[in-house]
T-cell receptor
Framework: KNEVEQSPQNLTAQEGEFITINCSYS?????LHWLQQHPGGGIVSLFM???GKKKHGRLIATINIQEKHSSLHITASHPRDSAVYIC????????????FGTGTRLTIIP | ETGVTQSPTHLIKTRGQQVTLRCSSQ?????VSWYQQALGQGPQFIFQ???????GRGNFPPRFSGLQFPNYSSELNVNALELDDSALYLC???????????FGEGSWLTVV
């Protein structure tokens, strides 16, 4: 079993829909990252969370440390949101190594 | 724009050859990590360098090696390339004590 599990693996939605992507992890963490990867391969950091909730534009990320679960929400989705969204965790101790989920491929249809 | 640049962006090598991938980080980012991402998978940690010393390693064989230089650039070297080494190689850097991580665009390696 992977230390970081994401669901769903693939998600297709109509433009304007509210999107939720989930991430569960099994280790103690000091931080959780939500990342966006476009087909060219480059990764952009969206959020870094250690507790609570963060919002940036139409994106909202929440984390529940006790339940070892985080969600990424996209409101009023747009075709340009189409990408792979990856959850990555940094363990409590040691170096800054990240453990990644396998990603959620999001496609927004106009 | 993350300030992290990788080169080359794409390359093709033959099995058994050696490859060097390069990463240039922002000034002051003295922690750099390298990741391998196979098609359809999440990135896997190869190793991390801090102040030019290896500071952690994932489950990769010794033919994967690295260097970090005082000018915040780094290299990933892979010897005796195998077909399964075909992947996107990502470099990520951060400023000490800060949680934000900056990724490069990656280097696509194809081994034939």
């Amino acid at each position: 079993k992977n230390e970081v599990e994401q669901s769903p693996q693939n998600l297709t939605a109509q433009e304007g829909e509210f999107i939720t992507i989930n991430c569960s992890y099994s280790v103690g963490i000091s931080a959780l990252h939500w990342l966006q990867q476009h087909p060219g391969g480059g990764i952009v950091s969206l959020f870094m969370l250690s507790s609570g909730k963060k919002k940036h534009g139409r994106l909202i990320a929440t984390i529940n440390i006790q339940e070892k679960h985080s969600s990424l929400h996209i409101t009023a989705s747009h075709p340009r949101d189409s990408a792979v969204y990856i959850c990555a965790v940094r363990p409590n101790f040691g170096n800054e190594k990240l453990t990644f989920g396998t990603g959620t491929r999001l496609t927004i249809i106009p | 724009e993350t300030g992290v640049t990788q080169s080359p962006t794409h390359l093709i090598k033959t099995r058994g050859q050696q490859v060097t991938l390069r990463c240039s980080s922002q000034s002051g980012h003295n922690t750099v990590s390298w990741y391998q991402q196979a098609l359809g998978q999440g990135p896997q940690f190869i190793f991390q360098y801090y102040r030019e010393e290896e500071n952690g390693r994932g489950n990769f064989p010794p033919r994967f090696s690295g260097l970090q230089f005082p000018n915040y650039s780094s290299e990933l070297n892979v010897n005796a390339l195998e077909l399964d080494d075909s992947a996107l190689y990502l470099c990520a850097s951060s400023f000490p004590g800060r949680n934000t991580i900056y990724f490069g665009e990656g280097s696509w390696l194809t081994v034939v």
